[in-house]
């Protein structure tokens, strides 16, 4: 009786094994153009409809299909090799083959996976190729996931490298608005640290940048310092006194921030009132040009006392921006989640506009319609909606050019695969240009050099430069004599205590030459720096950087030989 229980329960678990045995692969376009799909099934025949299922032809814009269905052992013989191809082609041609490769096994089969570009693969990796697709450079990333008793599912994920916008002079402003859905742990969001140091690595070359729904303490301070090296003007996050959370909007400065203030909302609905949502101001100086910004983050949901409560958030909002008195000749931007969809409330969002007197910055041509989706989104299944928004007032500078584009920011890091997006919102840029005076912002801003390795700035002994003065780091204060202005031209880093002496290497440019400070001289080679990723560099021997060979106060700075270590990565401070 025992012998034939065992035999029995032998069974179930085979025919249960056998009725999950297949698996499925996917692929998530991380492109803005529909990709189309074409699979070919060579090796050992299989029945198309039988044995194996193309489920999508196609692949929308930032969507994610399940494409092919493989059984894993009707059909499939002992010893017999069968093989999937998907090629994956773009709009201009373009194309990517996924592969998968079947080998039957007594009872099932063994799957491998990859790209016609890459080795086969039969574990649970992460795996990428490079190649160009659809025009960019591009990454392949794959991997297999456990999905069942029989059978791993694989995923695919084709992911153009991120373009950054290039920072423009004085008269242009590069602005990103972006809610981060980073709530108190334990409050909905998911994977906020993974997520949030991604994001980290995302925000280069913007001029300024409106966070919302940074709310949670630690994990805020956390990002903010990781991204304070291209951002170090930070305004103070919204909040009021007594509330149970802030309200989680903050504004972010490549350049100084002169001036700040804030308000909270006088009234909210539901469980928006946990917040103290409302708006932050910044007047900010690039290169000599004033540029007002006003970030916010107002009353969530579509109900009609929500939508009220919105209304008059706004009239807030616009009393507190004339309270400022800024002056008609200077840009005033608006920008965050604004919490109006106007895609499906068509008459809120004018009307949101009439209030502020304020115009929407167009989109330019192929731009994602969307700022919250959940036909692509991993992180929500709401209904479309467009809810971020970068305004100009319609009182104050106009600009000469103006537009805006919706931005996906995914990654395709281990933390975060098979969900990549990196909020519950995709975030919405703006490149703005106005008839005002063209200079290059770094010629006529000074600003601390950090060590990578210590932490500490560069400086000099004394308070104010001679020729002779020997480069050191010390710890950082906000002090003239340690603030640097670059020229990108002239290679020139004037020191604001006296700008007329730069550092200069001394005419000794190999591993080991010393660094002092002298009066400058355009066109002296001792005095011509360059920039090259993080570090810099004598500009006529790029094999050396500028390199602090210590970590103590007064220790030394000097040039060595290009090695990529901290000790050789400059940041900017304040």
């Known amino acids: 009786m025992t012998a034939f229980r065992l035999f029995m329960t032998f069974l179930i678990v085979s025919f249960a094994a056998q009725a999950q045995a297949e698996s499925y692969v996917y692929l998530t376009n991380n492109t803005?153009?529909?990709?189309?799909l074409d699979i070919r099934q060579s090796g050992s025949p299989l029945v198309k409809g039988e044995h194996w299922w193309q489920l999508a032809t196609s692949v929308p814009p930032y969507a994610t299909v399940r494409f092919l269905?493989?059984?894993?052992?009707?059909?499939?013989?002992w010893g017999k090799t069968y093989y999937y191809d998907?090629?994956?082609?773009?709009?201009?041609?373009?194309s990517v083959v996924l592969q998968q490769r079947l080998k039957g096994t007594w009872n099932f089969s063994n799957i491998w996976h990859g790209t016609s570009n890459s080795h086969w693969y039969?574990?649970?990796?992460?795996?990428?190729?490079?190649?160009?697709?659809?025009?960019?450079?591009?990454?392949?990333?794959?991997?297999?996931?456990?999905?069942?008793?029989?059978?791993?599912d694989i995923?695919?994920?084709?992911?153009?490298?991120?373009?950054?916008?290039t920072l423009g002079l004085s008269n242009q402003l590069n602005v990103l608005a972006y809610n981060v859905w980073a709530l108190l742990p334990g409050l909905v969001a998911k994977d906020t640290s993974d997520r949030l140091t991604e994001i980290s690595k995302q925000l280069d070359g913007y001029d300024v940048i409106v966070f919302s729904e940074l709310f949670e303490n630690n994990r805020r301070e956390t990002f903010l310092d990781r991204i304070r090296g291209q951002y170090p003007y930070q305004t103070q996050v919204v909040d009021r006194s007594g509330a149970i959370e802030d309200g989680g909007v903050l504004i972010v400065s490549r350049w100084p921030i002169e001036h700040e203030d804030q308000i909270t909302f006088s009234d909210c609905d539901a469980d928006d009132c946990l917040a103290a949502k409302g708006v932050v101001y910044a007047r900010i100086n690039k290169g000599g040009q004033k540029y007002h910004v006003f970030g916010s983050h107002t009353q969530a949901w579509t109900a009609a006392e929500n939508q009220a409560t919105r209304a008059q958030q706004f009239s807030e909002m616009k009393a507190f921006m004339d309270q400022q008195n800024i002056p008609a000749s200077d840009a005033v931007i608006i920008a965050g989640d604004l919490n109006v969809d106007k895609t499906n409330f068509p008459a809120e969002h004018q009307a949101m506009l009439n209030t502020l007197n304020a115009s929407e910055v167009q989109q330019v041509a192929g731009s994602y319609a969307y700022t919250a989706d959940g036909n692509v989104s991993a992180w929500t299944d709401g209904r479309p909606e467009f809810l971020d928004y970068v305004l100009t007032s319609n009182a104050h500078l106009q600009p000469q050019q103006a537009s805006s584009d919706v931005r996906v920011p995914r990654s395709i890091d281990a933390s975060v695969f098979t969900k990549y997006d990196l909020s519950d919102h995709f975030a919405i840029e703006a490149e703005l240009t106005f008839d005002t005076p063209a200079v290059d912002p770094m010629?006529?801003?000074?600003?601390?050099?950090?060590?990578?390795?210590?932490?500490?700035?560069?400086d000099f002994p004394g308070t104010s430069p001679t020729n002779g003065s020997a480069a050191v780091i010390y710890d950082c204060a906000d002090v003239d004599w340690q603030k640097w202005q670059y020229n990108a031209t002239t290679g020139l880093l004037r020191n604001k205590a006296n700008p007329d002496f730069c550092l200069?290497?001394?005419?000794?440019?190999?591993?080991?030459?010393?660094?002092?400070?002298?009066?400058?001289?355009?066109?002296?080679?001792?005095?011509?720096?360059?920039?090259?990723?993080?570090?810099?560099?004598?500009?006529?021997?790029?094999?050396?950087?500028?390199?602090?060979?210590?970590?103590?106060?007064?220790?030394?700075?000097?040039?060595?030989?290009?090695?990529?270590?901290?000790?050789?990565?400059?940041?900017?401070?304040?």
């Open 32 to 36: 803005a153009k529909t990709l189309a």
């Open 69 to 77: 269905e493989t059984n894993r052992d009707t059909g499939i013989k």
């Open 443 to 458: 010629s006529v801003l000074f600003r601390q050099l950090k060590d990578g390795r210590s932490g500490k700035c560069l």
């Open 504 to 574: 200069d290497n001394k005419g000794q440019r190999y591993a080991g030459g010393g660094v002092h400070m002298w009066q400058c001289v355009e066109g002296s080679v001792n005095q011509q720096w360059d920039f090259v990723g993080e570090s810099l560099r004598p500009r006529a021997n790029q094999g050396v950087a500028l390199d602090a060979y210590g970590t103590d106060n007064n220790s030394a700075v000097g040039q060595w030989t290009v090695h990529g270590g901290e000790n050789q990565k400059w940041s900017w401070g304040r």
């Open 155 to 165: 995923y695919y994920v084709i992911h153009p490298d991120v373009e950054s916008p």
């Open 86 to 94: 998907t090629t994956v082609t773009a709009e201009d041609g373009s």
């Open 122 to 152: 039969d574990d649970r990796g992460l795996y990428s190729v490079r190649q160009d697709f659809a025009g960019k450079p591009s990454t392949v990333a794959f991997k297999a996931e456990s999905a069942r008793v029989n059978g791993d």
